[in-house]
């Protein structure tokens, strides 16, 4: 079992909440989101692990066996970087709570506009079955570093 922690401060959604039908019905693993609190914040890693992916909106830490993906909004991969500055390196060992992208998620670059680009922040349990992720934190506000969510 892994805690998985909140990369960063907000309002706890469902997955079935996130504006995009990929994360929604969790094609890409289940998990929950996280409406981000306005304002410059550090996303930190949700769990221990080696860093597999870090890209300026999204990164995937693997730990015991575990693959969580935090995306940093919805579409902000054609912002192709905008407003993202990515302080972890890809094939790093990461311990839980340390910092991996710094970004604005009130402050999402005027490119956005009309390209249905959300800060919504998913976090998915990679290779999980779909619906196996409960999370006592939905509907709640968390901090970073708050637990988010007990692997099986």
């Known amino acids: 079992m892994t805690d998985v922690l909140a990369p960063c401060p907000g309002r706890v959604i469902a997955m079935a909440d996130v504006p995009d039908p990929v994360f929604a019905e969790e094609m890409v693993g ?9 304002g410059p914040t550090t996303v930190v890693s949700p769990i221990a692990g080696k860093v597999l992916k870090v890209m300026p909106h999204a990164f995937v830490v693997m730990g015991d066996g575990v693959g969580v993906l935090v995306h940093l909004g919805i579409n902000t991969v054609r912002l192709e970087g905008e407003g993202f500055e ?7 060992e990461v311990a839980a709570g340390d910092p991996m992208i710094t970004w604005d998620p009130s402050g999402l670059p005027a490119a956005a506009a009309g390209q249905d680009v959300s800060p919504v922040v998913p976090v998915v349990l990679m290779d999980a079955p779909k619906g196996s992720v409960t999370s006592d934190a939905i509907g709640g506000d968390v901090a970073a570093g708050d637990l988010l969510f007990v692997t099986a």
Request: charged share 10%; proline share 19%.
């Open 86 to 92: 990515v302080v972890a390196e890809q094939g790093s």
């Open 30 to 38: 289940p998990g929950v989101a996280i409406e981000p609190a306005p």
